[in-house]
C-alpha cells in the first residue's frame, strides 16, 4: 500500500469534535507529539471522511473502535448485527493508502483513559483512517500504536458508544488555514 506524508502542518492547537450517535466528543490532537497522524485525520475529517461511519469494534474495558470507510452502506444496526454474526469486512477498510508510524517519536504516547489512537494491522506502518479509544489506560499497547489525542469533553459518550454507533460528522477546530 502507498504510504502517504499529509500536506496538513498541525499547529498543535487543533482539536476534533466528534458528533456521535451517542453525543459529542471533543479530543485535543497532539499535533505536536504525532504531526503525521494529526494531519492526516484532519485532512480525513475536512474532506468529510468519517461522516456517516460506524463504529465496529467494542472490547469492555479495551477500546471502542471506528473509521472503516466498510461500514459507510450500513446502517448502525446491520453493522452491529454483521459484526454480532462474525460476517463482516469491518476493520479491514482505509483511504487508499497508510502512514508512518510514530509511537517510537511520541514523546508522551500514553494510552490513557479515552485516548485517541491509530488502529493498524500487524505493519508498523499500515494506519490509515481506523481509530479507538482507549476504555480504560492501556499501556501494553504504548509501544506498538501511536496515540495523536487527548480526550477533553465527552467521557461519558465514549463510555456509552457501543458497534453500530454512528460518528455523525467530525470537524477540526483550530485547524490552520
Known amino acids: 500500500m502507498a504510504m502517504y506524508t499529509p500536506e496538513y502542518r498541525p499547529t498543535g492547537e487543533e482539536i476534533a469534535r466528534i458528533d456521535t450517535s451517542k453525543g459529542t466528543i471533543r479530543v485535543q490532537l497532539a499535533g505536536k507529539d504525532a504531526p503525521i497522524h494529526v ?59 497508510s502512514i508512518q508510524e510514530e509511537f517510537t517519536t511520541n514523546p508522551h504516547n500514553e494510552h490513557d483513559k479515552h485516548a485517541l489512537a491509530m488502529a493498524r494491522s500487524s505493519d508498523p506502518n499500515s494506519a490509515g483512517s481506523q481509530f479507538y479509544f482507549c476504555l480504560e489506560p492501556q499501556p501494553m499497547l ?33 485547524a490552520a488555514a
Open 39 to 97: 494531519g492526516n485525520f484532519v485532512e480525513l475529517a475536512t474532506k468529510g471522511f468519517y461522516d456517516g461511519l460506524k463504529f465496529h469494534r467494542y472490547v469492555p474495558g479495551f477500546v471502542i473502535q471506528g473509521g472503516c470507510p466498510n461500514t459507510r452502506d450500513f446502517s448502525g444496526e446491520e453493522v452491529a448485527q454483521r459484526v454480532a454474526l462474525g460476517r463482516s469486512n469491518f476493520g479491514t477498510g482505509n483511504p487508499g493508502y
Open 142 to 174: 504504548d509501544a506498538d500504536y501511536t496515540v495523536f489525542g487527548q480526550t477533553i469533553e465527552g467521557h461519558d459518550v465514549i463510555d456509552a458508544l457501543r458497534v453500530g454507533d454512528v460518528i455523525e460528522k467530525v470537524t477540526i477546530e483550530n
